[in-house]
């Protein structure tokens, strides 16, 4: 049986660009948290490779801030002209999963507590946009539909985000409809 095999990223650099890449690509800061969730899809990043990673990326190419008990990470001038100039370097494979990944876990922990839905997106380098939806089912609390929609310009993006969040419940009972 023929497998594929997994494509990671070891070398210590390529993660702190992959970080900073993540972080410029959404537009917003990470908690480590998020980021070892993110990183830990298919194993592209072994825990503890990013654990150092992270450990020498603070002052040049990230500010860490603690918030609440969480470390965040956001990139300094440098981390953003890495992210630019060296973001392409990583496997293309990787920085789409985790460009997906980090829409997702982003658009998770956007959903302010009692709140039943939540909507975000994240500009790519060619203008394209990547949303995040995430619905919790109104009687259990519990996720119901995460979908990723894909938009050619930020436009289609705001117009989309804006048409959801007028009526969440009408586009919740359109999924239901949907998928019965």
Known sequence: MNTIPRITVTDINSIRILVCHLIYSLGCPLKKQQLIEITSLEQAVNYFDLCE??????ERLCVVEELDGDLIYSNTKLGVQAAREFGNTLPASIREKMFEEAVK?????????????????????????????SIKDSGTGKQKYYLNIFTGDKEGAEK?????????????????????
């Open 53 to 58: 990673a992270l450990d020498g990326i603070e």
């Open 105 to 133: 876990v982003y658009t998770r922990d956007a959903m302010k507590k009692g709140s039943l839905y939540a909507v975000r997106y994240a500009e790519k380098e060619d203008g394209s946009c990547t949303i995040g939806i």
């Open 160 to 180: 989309i985000k804006d048409k959801i969040k007028s009526d969440p419940a009408k586009f919740s009972a359109y999924l239901d409809k949907y998928f019965e």
